[in-house]
Nanobody
């Protein structure tokens, strides 16, 4: 069983930055691709970004491309999401996820493992 714990959420003004972290425990961290999803109030869950086990492949939602950067450190069993140029529409609960499959921005892709979520609030 993979256990995921997010940290680093909070409140920031538009144009600011935050970095989310996700620490993983359980089976070998490097066996899993990782990614971030988010759910904004009153909206459907949305894919944000994904990264392969060796960091070679990354994929981003169009809405965050160029502003967010996903990365991972397999020596620390940790994944990160650096969020820059934040906008009020980025306000959401952000979920760390993991799966043995390569991540896709396709709406049908649902990762196997989920963290409890971290709140990110961006004020205008």
């Amino acid at each position: 069983q993979v256990h995921l714990v997010e940290s680093g959420g909070g409140s920031v003004q538009a144009g600011g930055s935050l970095r989310l972290s996700c620490v993983t425990s359980g089976p070998a961290f490097q066996d899993y691709a990782m990614g971030w999803f988010r759910r904004a109030p009153g909206k459907e869950r949305e894919f944000v970004a994904g990264i392969s086990w060796n960091s070679v492949d990354t994929v981003y939602a169009n809405s965050v491309e160029g502003r967010f950067t996903i990365s991972r450190d397999n020596t620390k069993n940790t994944m990160y999401l650096q969020m820059d140029s934040l906008r009020p529409e980025d306000t959401a609960v952000y979920y760390c996820t993991a799966d043995r499959r390569l991540y896709s921005s396709d709406m049908t892709f649902v990762p196997a493992y989920w963290g409890q979520g971290a709140q990110v609030t961006v004020s205008s």
